[in-house]
């Protein structure tokens, strides 16, 4: 017969209860092991403190614990949990270090709530005020990018930033010849627009030849850099979103930043100045394509002269209207550039994420046009220009 090999024995896991006054203290000790096959169940305990009342505290002493694992730490939270639900204090002055880290760490990430029952509870106030924080924190987030941006600037004219001089100039042809067709297309349409607008109420009144002056003006200080403005948000801003969010999910930005160089100074910026310089020619190309487009209308359906329509064209607009939309036109391109590059940098790694950000980045900027525009027509207004 073979003799049994006699096993050592795993010390039980034990606690003792020490009450003065209103306080308790919990002192553990043994082995706190999940290879101890009578490991001590928290139920015991717990059902011990139900015992205890008048309690205010309770302190956990961990002195006497020769091993322990993951089981000491369920039996900590389980008793941490119990005094919260009882409103007393759980003290974790008395554990080592590495524990009260480890079930700080434990209890620091809250449970997610799912389902529509949590979300139905929520007041209209909560989700009011949750939506007010959210645009506070978009628009600090936009003040910061933009400073960011400043100081990219600053470092660029100082020859301290690196740039991707060949990003920049492939930035240019994208926002200059090859931008042509479409926005020439839309200013065509639009003058042609404007031109039966006017046509329909001016000719009841036999004034048909100031159809010129309407779209002339019209196209010279606000249609043309709006419809410039919103063209290059859905065709630039939307790309800018898209390429700078794809280098963040395949962190290429992670890679300039750890070879030490700033992504505003190596993407953002060169974008940003080529839009902004591109932008006052493309809205004096849209402005051009838009009095065609009304002059179209005028010899067509109101049978004036070219000679008519032109000199009609040329004594309605002066050349303050065209500083004014070139101006409008170029604040626009500054928007939409910094818009679709801010949401490109903070795209979330993964693929939904870059279609979200472009959609933002059109979205964002088309409403910054049109509240700019707005800003700065009262402004007009209000200096008389």
Known sequence: MKQATATPDIERPAVKMERTGDQLKLVLGGDWSLKSPERLRSGTVLADLEQESGLRSIHCVTNEVKSWDSSLLVFLWEVEEWCKSRQIKFAEDDLPKEISSLLD????????????????????????????LGQIDMMLAAFEFIGECILSFRRILARRGKVDWRLYWLTLQECSAEALPIVGLISFLTGLILAFVGAIQLRQFGAGIYVANLVAVAMAREMGAIMTGIIMAGRTGAAFAAQIGSMKVSEEIDALSTLAISPMDFLVSPRVVALFLMMPLLCLYSVLIGIAGGAVVGTGLLKISLVQ???????????????????????????????????GMKCENNAAAVGNAATSAVVLAITGIVASDAVIDVLIEVLKI
């Open 105 to 132: 760490l434990a209890t620091s990430v809250p449970e997610q709530q799912t389902g529509r029952g949590s979300r139905g509870r929520r007041s209209l106030f909560y989700r009011l005020g949750s939506w007010v």
């Open 309 to 343: 329509y032109w000199n009609q064209t040329v004594g309605s607009m002066g050349l303050t209207d065209i500083v004014i939309g070139v101006v409008k036109c170029s604040i626009f391109g500054v928007i939409v550039a910094l818009t679709g590059c801010q949401r």
